[in-house]
């Protein structure tokens, strides 16, 4: 099955996979000097994977130019994933469906909050049937079985559902998806006079940092890789990251692997939990958007660039430095938040 022009399938020059052209690419890579002088540090570049194209960007959509044509290869009509139910993939995959017009159901953790706002808002207008699992643990066995019983249904229907789960069967599918833009920085970098020393990625599934941190190694790349923590402990996370890196090198006949020592992780961002704003979180948004124009959400992008702030203050990124920041998107979290705004400083 081929799906309609203009999205045609194509072989992915970097990592010879087969993908769909349907993300806006190459996304611009801006300077953010105002931010970077209130940072404390020497330089700041943003990829701006939030102006990646439809249903408002995101750095998931990269990602979903592999599953979609892994999906639409395989016969599929309908995609059926799960997450939290304010995820920015979820909404990515909605969009993505519509735009080809696939089905899509979304089985969502209730435990995020219901309430028809921010992404869950979107998900409903994008056309996605929605489902709510009492799972609250992303990598719960449970979940998968939910998700295989839901693609049943869709069968007996006469359906042909393709079942999408980050933090299972469509893990290495998802790492490539950033291995090849990690072949994109790589050019952004040369064409800005040089490589950053540091790179900052905001991490849920993790998938974006296992692919960047693998492409980086693959092209020899100096820049250390500092992966934030919106989810997931760092014991728990950095295996995750190897193994699924592991996995993906393994697909493409990658000749390194990604080894724990291979990129940074820091967890103290979490705050208040998955989903949920931190103080540290808020005041990011807030001086991002006051120095650059720019704005991130507080549960994701945020956190990220909270997590920046602190790894300079405590020396872990020098004064010295130059730092690019993936701006993952993430921008329905700022209306699903509006309340917390009203109390920040």
Same mark, same amino acid.
């Given at each position: ?203 849920? #599934?993790?998938? *974006? =940092? /296992?692919?960047?941190? !693998?492409?980086? +190694?693959?092209? &020899? @790349? ?55 704003? #931190?103080?540290? *979180? =808020? /005041?990011?948004?807030? !001086?991002?958007? +006051?120095?650059? &124009? @720019? ?43 509006a309340e917390a705004f009203g109390v920040a400083s």
């Amino acid at each position: 099955m081929t799906p309609p022009a203009p999205f045609p399938v194509v072989r992915d020059a970097t990592t010879g996979l087969d993908r769909l052209v349907l993300s806006r690419l190459p996304t611009p890579l801006e300077g953010a000097p105002r931010l970077a002088a209130s940072l404390g540090i020497a330089g700041l570049s943003v990829k701006r994977e939030d102006l990646a194209g439809y249903a408002l960007g995101g750095n998931k959509l990269r990602q979903l130019d592999f599953i979609l044509a892994e999906a639409l290869n395989a016969g599929a009509d309908t995609l059926v994933t799960t997450a939290g139910s304010q995820s920015n993939f979820c909404r990515s995959l909605a969009g993505a469906a519509a735009r080809t017009g696939l089905a899509c159901h979304l089985h969502l953790r209730a435990a995020t909050g219901t309430a028809l706002v921010g992404n869950l808002l979107l998900d409903r207008i994008l056309g996605a049937e929605i489902t709510f699992t009492a799972a609250t643990d992303p990598w719960d066995p449970a979940i998968a079985v939910e998700l295989d019983a839901i693609a049943d249904r869709h069968r007996a229907a006469g359906r042909r559902p393709h079942v999408v789960q980050l933090t299972g069967v469509t893990a290495a599918t998802g790492v490539a998806g950033w291995v090849s833009g990690a072949a994109e920085l790589a050019a952004d970098f040369a064409a800005a006079g040089g490589a950053p020393d540091v790179m900052v990625v905001v991490c849920g #599934s993790g998938l *974006s =940092l /296992a692919g960047i941190a !693998l492409g980086f +190694r693959s092209l &020899g @790349l100096p820049t250390r890789v500092l992966g934030v923590s919106a989810q997931q402990p760092e014991a728990r996370l950095r295996p995750w990251v190897v193994e699924v890196a592991a996995q993906a090198a393994a697909r493409l006949g990658l000749a390194v692997r990604l080894g724990p020592d291979d990129f940074d992780l820091a967890d103290g961002e979490i705050g208040p939990g998955y989903g949920r704003p #931190s103080e540290a *979180s =808020l /005041a990011a948004v807030s !001086l991002a958007g +006051r120095t650059e &124009g @720019l704005l991130l959400d507080p549960v994701y992008t945020g956190k990220g660039m909270a997590g920046l702030a602190a790894a300079i203050r405590a020396g872990r990124v020098p004064a010295s430095a130059r730092v690019c920041f993936l701006h993952s998107g993430g921008t329905p979290g700022l209306f699903a938040h509006a309340e917390a705004f009203g109390v920040a400083s």
